[in-house]
């Protein structure tokens, strides 16, 4: 059973910087795609950024290009978000999310992620 645990959030001013971390088990040595969503009150959930476990190739949101970097560790069982630059914008519920294809151009829509974490707060203030 595929488990993904996020870990990371937290408050932090303007400019600073977040990493979180999802945790994720159940996949053995099948390649995935992994994703961070996040949600902000009154909004839809939206991508922020994936990774493909089978090849390591990235996808950004336009919002967060430049200052966010999505990454796995060496075992490609744990996945990270570096967040730095941070704005008020950026505050939201973020969660991590997987599937078992290729990433793929709708990297984006939360329908093609069936597992998702538990999501961890990130606050962002002016």
């Known amino acids: 059973r595929v488990q993904l645990v996020e870990s990371g959030g937290g408050s932090v001013q303007a400019g600073g910087s977040l990493r979180l971390s999802c945790a994720a088990s159940g996949y053995g040595d099948s390649n995935a795609c992994m994703g961070w969503f996040r949600q902000a009150p009154g909004k839809e959930r939206e991508g922020v950024a994936a990774?493909?476990?089978?090849?390591?190739?990235?996808n950004y949101a336009d919002s967060v290009k430049g200052r966010f970097t999505i990454s796995l560790n060496n075992a490609k069982n744990t996945m990270y978000l570096q967040m730095n630059s941070l704005k008020p914008e950026d505050t939201a519920v973020y969660y991590c999310?997987?599937?078992?294809?290729?990433?793929?151009?709708?990297?984006?829509?939360?329908?093609?992620?069936?597992?998702w974490g538990q999501g961890t707060q990130v606050t962002v203030s002016s």
């Open positions: 999310a997987a599937h078992g294809e290729p990433c793929g151009i709708s990297w984006y829509l939360s329908a093609a992620f069936g597992r």
């Open positions: 990774i493909y476990t089978g090849d390591t190739s990235t």
